[in-house]
C-alpha cells in the first residue's frame, strides 16, 4: 500500500481548477474502469482521474501532486498484462491518464519519421503513417486499444520485433514530464544524437516509474508494396524453427513475421471466439502464421513464399498449408493468431509467462515447461504461443477445467516459478515484452539481483527521489521503493 499522503480536498479544487470538468473525474462510478486492469486481476481505488489535455496542463497536475507528495499512477490504454497501471486499493494513489493528448503531430516522409502524442492508440498511428504512404511498424493484439505513451513506456514488442525490433528501436526523440512537473524536451529527429547519455532510451521500459511519456517522434518505414500471409500446419516447435530457419536462408529481409501457435491454443480460438474458423482439411499439433513484406517494386513475392513451402510441403516440414489470397483472408488468418488471448480468457483462469530464451532453445522450453507444469497441477492446459521468429513464447496455461478459478490464480506464483526455473536453466528472461507491472516484482531480486537491481534502484531514486511514479511497479517493497509500506 503506497506510503503518501491521500489527495486533499484542496489539492482536488486546485487540480479542477486546473483541468476543468472534462479533466478530472472523482466519481466512483467515473474512476471505477480506471482502477482494474485488463485481465482483472487487480483491483484499486482512487479519488480522482486526472485527464491532461497537453504537456503543459500534464506538468502543472504533476507539479501539484508532487508539492503535496502524492503518488500518481500513469494510464493509457489500460490494456497492461502484468497490472502495470492500476492504482493499489487506499485510495490515496491519483490516477494520470493521457488518453485526451491524441494528435498525431506531424509525419515527415523524407524523414521517416512521425511526431506522436501518447494518448494515440498504435492503431491510429499506424493508420496515420499508412495514409502518409509509410508503415508504423509495430504491431500487437492490443493495438485498437493499447496507446503510444503505454506502448512506450513497456518497450512492448508484438508481431514485427523479428524484423524491425521492439518499441525501443523505434524511438528516435521524446517529451516527458518528470516526477516533479519539469519536461524534459527530447523530441528529436535525428538519426545520430550522441550529446551525452541517451535519456530517452531511459523512459522506454521504465514502467511509468521514471516519468510521464506524453509525446515521441517515432521512426517509419517504408510501406510494403506487396505482402504475403500463409498458414502452416507442422508438427511441434521443431519444425516451426525448420521452417523459420529455410525462410530466413532463402532471405532474412523479406520475413514480416513469424508467429507459433501450440494445437491447444487454436483448437480454443475456433471453439470459442465467434467467426474464427481454422481454414486447414484438419487440426494440427502446431502452427505456424508467416507473413512476408517487401517495398521493392516487381519483387515476386508469392512465388518466394511458394518456394519455401513447396519444398517444406515435400520434406514433411510442413503438412499442410493456406496462404492467404486476398486481404480479407490475411485479417482471418491474423484473427486466429490475434484471438489466443482472448480465447484464453474466455476459457477461465490463465495464467500467464511471457517468456523469452534463445530461439533455438524454443522446443526445449517447450516440451520440458508443459511436462513440469502437468506434473505440478494434473488436467492444467497449455496453450503456448507466440513471437517464435524472436524467441518470445507465451508459456500461457489455462486452468483445468471445472477447477475454481481463485483456486487457480492463488498457484500463479507456483507456475510461474516452475516454468520460470525452465527458462532461465535455458538462458531466458521472465518478462519478454509485458514488463514487469505489480505481476512480478517479487521475481526481480533472484532474476536481476545485485549490482543490476541497486543500479535500476538507484536510477529510479535520482529522479523519483520520494517514489511518487507508479508505486508497486517493478520494484518489491523490500528493496526500498519509498512510496510502498
Ligand atoms: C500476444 O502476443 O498476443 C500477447 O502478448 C498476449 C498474451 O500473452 O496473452
Ligand atoms: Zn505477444
Not at 491519483?94 to 498525431?104: A, E, K, P, Y
Not at 503531430?105 to 503513417?129: C, F, S
Not at 514485427?160 to 518499441?167: D, E, I, K, P, Q
Not at 528501436?169 to 523530441?187: K, Q, R, T, Y
Request: hydrophobic share 45%; glycine share 10%.
Amino acid at each position: 500500500m503506497t506510503a503518501c499522503p491521500a489527495p486533499t480536498a484542496d489539492l482536488l479544487d486546485r487540480l479542477a481548477h486546473l483541468l476543468g470538468p472534462s479533466g478530472i473525474l472523482t466519481a466512483p462510478s467515473d474512476t471505477d474502469p480506471y482502477c482494474t486492469d485488463w485481465r482483472a486481476l487487480y483491483h484499486g481505488r482512487t479519488a480522482a482521474v486526472l485527464r491532461p489535455a497537453d504537456t503543459a496542463e500534464l506538468a502543472q497536475a504533476v507539479t501539484l501532486c508532487a508539492q503535496a507528495g502524492v503518488a500518481m499512477v500513469p494510464q493509457g490504454g489500460n490494456t497492461s498484462m502484468v497490472g502495470g497501471a492500476t492504482p493499489d486499493d487506499s485510495g490515496r494513489e491519483v490516477v494520470i491518464c493521457l488518453s485526451r493528448m491524441n494528435r498525431v503531430r506531424r509525419i515527415d516522409p523524407l524523414d521517416h519519421t512521425m511526431e506522436v502524442e501518447a494518448g494515440v492508440t498504435l492503431k491510429a498511428a499506424q493508420d496515420a503513417a499508412r495514409e502518409a504512404g509509410l508503415m508504423l511498424p509495430l504491431s500487437i493484439s492490443s493495438e485498437g486499444s493499447a496507446q503510444i505513451g503505454g506502448v512506450l513506456a513497456t518497450n512492448a514488442g508484438g508481431n514485427n520485433t523479428v524484423r524491425y525490433g521492439n518499441a525501443r528501436e523505434l524511438v528516435l526523440g521524446l517529451e516527458v514530464v518528470l516526477p516533479d512537473g519539469s519536461v524534459f524536451h527530447g523530441l528529436r529527429r535525428l538519426r545520430k544524437d550522441n550529446t551525452g547519455y541517451a535519456l530517452r532510451q531511459l523512459f522506454v521500459g521504465s514502467e511509468g516509474t521514471l516519468g510521464f511519456i506524453t509525446a515521441a517522434i517515432l521512426q517509419l518505414q517504408p510501406q510494403p508494396r506487396a505482402t504475403e500471409a500463409a498458414l502452416c500446419a507442422v508438427a511441434d516447435a521443431k519444425g516451426a524453427l525448420a521452417l523459420f530457419a529455410a525462410f530466413r536462408a532463402q532471405d532474412p529481409a523479406l520475413i514480416q513475421a513469424f508467429e507459433y501457435m501450440s494445437g491447444a491454443g487454436m483448437d480454443l480460438v475456433t471453439r470459442l471466439v465467434p467467426g474464427a474458423s481454422l481454414p486447414l482439411a484438419e487440426p494440427a499439433p502446431a502452427y505456424v502464421l508467416v507473413e512476408l513484406a517487401t517495398p521493392r517494386a516487381n519483387a515476386d513475392l508469392r512465388g518466394a513464399l511458394e518456394d519455401v513451402l513447396g519444398a517444406a510441403l515435400e520434406d514433411g516440414t510442413v503438412t499442410d498449408a493456406v496462404i492467404a489470397e486476398s486481404e480479407g483472408q490475411r485479417m482471418a488468418l491474423w484473427k486466429l493468431r490475434e484471438e489466443h488471448a482472448e480465447a484464453q480468457r474466455r476459457a477461465g483462469a490463465s495464467v500467464k509467462n511471457d517468456v523469452s530464451v534463445p530461439v533455438s532453445h524454443v522446443p526445449e522450453l517447450i516440451d520440458r515447461a508443459t511436462a513440469a507444469c502437468a506434473a505440478l497441477i494434473p488436467g492444467i492446459r497449455p496453450a503456448p504461443f507466440g513471437h517464435i521468429g524472436d524467441g518470445n513464447i507465451h508459456f500461457n496455461l489455462v486452468q483445468p477445467e471445472g477447477m475454481d478459478p481463485a483456486a487457480f490464480l492463488a498457484l500463479d506464483h507456483r507456475i510461474m516459478d516452475t516454468v520460470g526455473a525452465i527458462v532461465r536453466d535455458l538462458d531466458g528472461s521472465f518478462s519478454a515484452e509485458h514488463g514487469v507491472g505489480r505481476l512480478k516484482p517479487y521475481m526481480m531480486p533472484d532474476w536481476r539481483g545485485g549490482a543490476e537491481l541497486a543500479t535500476m534502484r538507484r536510477i529510479k531514486d535520482a529522479i523519483d527521489p520520494r517514489g511518487l511514479l507508479n508505486p508497486g511497479a517493478i520494484f518489491p517493497p523490500d528493496t526500498g521503493n519509498p512510496a510502498r509500506v
